[in-house]
C-alpha cells in the first residue's frame, strides 16, 4: 500500500510541472498578440522598418526575410507591407518576393 502512494504521489507531482508549462506557454502567446499595437503611429512605424530593411538589401525579399532584417515580427512586417503598397512603393515579383517600386 506504502508503495502505491507513493507512485500515485509521483504522478500527481509530475502533473503539477508540465501544467504550469503548458500554461506559461499560453499567455506567452496573448501577450505576444497584445503587445501588437494596431494604430496608424505603430503601423507607421513598422513600415518605416519595412522599407529600411528592404533599402539596406537592395534586392527583393520574402515576408521571413523581411521580418529577420528588420526585426519585427511577420505580423508586424505585413502591417507595414500594406501601408506601403498602398503608397505605391512597393513592387511585388512572380516569385512572392518584395522590392522597393
Known sequence: MAEKKATTKKAAETKEVKAPAAK?????KKAAAAALAVNAEAIGFKAGDVYQALAAAEKALDVKEIAKAAKI???ETLLGLGWLFKEG????TEDN?????
Open 24 to 28: 506559461k506557454a499560453t499567455t506567452t
Open 89 to 92: 512603393k512597393l513592387l511585388s
Open 97 to 101: 518576393k518584395i522590392v522597393l517600386a
Open 73 to 75: 515580427s511577420e505580423e
